[in-house]
């Protein structure tokens, strides 16, 4: 990719299906500094770019289907990234920065068909969250802390993973319009806490 006077003002970039296995990720790319959305999927990338660093004003970052398992590296320093998507990678709870939900403005994260085993740590914290999928991973257990901050949520998709009970403070999600908890062994006395999430539009509850 040729540097030229234009990088700066691009504004979104769509590299899917480009093989970005090894060194193969463009240089240029750090002087993208005007650009709000990229999509990375399907790159074969294993770790994230040094290069994304520069791009600070960065909101909408798609990085599916490639082989991520951590997430160390540059994303924490994006503070004005508002939608994460992560899907169908590799990432493991302990790979996950706690400093990433620290980004005030981030407020959708899917982390969806990864190798979670259990909640990624410092996720309360990540307080602008209104959609959240951690749906198809690993996990056996929901913090009770999580809930407490993460009051603003519409979406939440706890899906295909090995949850067998729901914390109490479930209860506080009273903004929440759609919940997802397919294939969960939960027991039916978790739905005692529903009718305290007044705003809920769309349950989706298939048990095993």
Request: aromatic share 6%; proline share 5%.
């Amino acid at each position: 990719m040729a540097n030229t006077g234009v990088l700066p003002f691009v504004r979104g970039v769509d590299f899917t299906r480009n093989d970005f296995s090894g060194d193969r990720f463009p240089e240029a790319v750090r002087c993208m500094t005007g650009v709000q959305w990229l999509k990375l999927d399907r790159t074969n990338l294993t770790e994230i770019p040094k290069e994304m660093g520069n791009l600070l004003k960065l909101e909408h970052l798609s990085l599916t289907r490639n082989q991520l398992e951590k997430l160390y590296g540059e994303l924490t320093e994006l503070n004005c990234l508002r939608t994460l998507n992560l899907r169908h990678n590799k990432v493991k709870s302990s790979g996950i920065p706690s400093e990433l939900f620290n980004l005030e403005e981030l407020s959708t994260l899917d982390l969806s068909y990864n190798n979670l085993k259990e909640v990624p740590e410092g996720l309360d914290k990540a307080k602008s969250l209104l959609v959240l999928n951690l749906s198809h991973n690993h996990i056996d257990s929901i913090p009770n802390s999580l809930f407490i901050n993460l009051t603003d949520l519409l979406f939440l998709d706890l899906s295909d993973n090995n949850l067998e009970t729901l914390p109490p403070q479930t209860r506080r999600l009273i903004n929440l319009q759609t919940f997802t908890l397919n294939n969960n062994p939960l027991g039916h006395f978790q739905l005692r806490q529903l009718p305290s999430l007044v705003n809920l539009e769309t349950l989706h509850m298939r048990l095993f």
